[in-house]
């Protein structure tokens, strides 16, 4: 089965300084992929970023990172220099083209960035 | 820009009823799932259309059932409504390993 862990309900930043939200997966697979999901208050589901599992080299997209722990199943955001429009439910999702492409998220992290 | 977009934005139903949500996307991507989302909860896999053929399901009864048509626009339908149904039903299209997703539907029943 998979499952995909967030541990981290709510968390909250300074506006301009980084912060780390976490996320475990777990998969008898290979062969996968690794997403992180903002959802503001408007609803919309967007893609942060995303992580190939078979790329040792983490993903970077700008003031978003992430640390990708393969052996441990860890798969952490890094939000640096935090804006008040990073206020969002951040989601940790997996995928395998294994099980017909289906997507499992975490229960999410409510991040607030305080001015 | 696969512009998907889902109708209603909102609806309110009362116990026993039938809903029917809908989902296109601008570039008619032939892979849609629906996923329901609880209040503070992540989404959670409904299941998935490929090419007008049902294509996984997740852990969710008879009475969620889906189409997809030709220009792979597509449909939830939910039986016999239970008040437990009330959530955001998401659509997301499948491109490139990643998906798209609409803006969802928040379903009340009452």
């Known amino acids: 089965a998979q499952t995909v862990t967030q541990s981290q309900p709510e968390m909250s930043v300074q506006e301009a300084e980084t912060v780390t939200l976490s996320c475990t997966y777990d998969t008898s697979e290979n062969n996968y992929y690794l997403f992180w999901y903002k959802q503001p208050p408007s609803r919309q589901m967007i893609l942060v970023i995303r992580q190939e599992a078979y790329k040792q080299q ?27 429009g990073d206020t969002a439910m951040y989601f940790c999702a997996f995928m395998t083209p ?17 001015p | 820009e696969t512009g998907v977009t889902q109708s209603p934005t909102h609806l309110i139903k009362t116990r026993g009823q039938q809903v029917t949500l809908r989902c296109s996307s601008q570039s008619g991507h032939n892979t849609v799932s629906w996923y329901q989302q609880a209040l503070g909860q992540g989404p959670q896999f409904i299941f998935q259309y490929y090419r007008e053929e049902e294509n996984g399901r997740g852990n969710f009864p008879p009475r969620f059932s889906g189409l997809q048509f030709p220009n792979y626009s597509s449909e939830l339908n939910v039986n016999a ?19 798209f997703f609409g803006p969802g539907t928040r379903l009340t029943v009452l």
């Not at chain 2, 409504?81 to 998906?99: F, G, I, K």
Request: proline fraction near 0%; charge should be negative; hydrophobic fraction near 35%.
């Open chain 1, 58 to 84: 983490n993903a970077t997209e700008n003031r978003f990172s992430v640390n990708f722990q393969k052996a441990a199943k860890s798969f952490s955001l890094k939000i640096s220099d935090s804006q008040l």
């Open chain 1, 98 to 114: 294994n099980t017909g492409n289906q997507f499992y998220f975490g229960t999410g992290t409510s991040l607030t960035v305080i």
């Open chain 2, 81 to 99: 409504l239970e008040l437990d149904d009330s959530a955001l039903y998401l659509c997301a299209v499948h491109a490139y390993n990643e998906q």
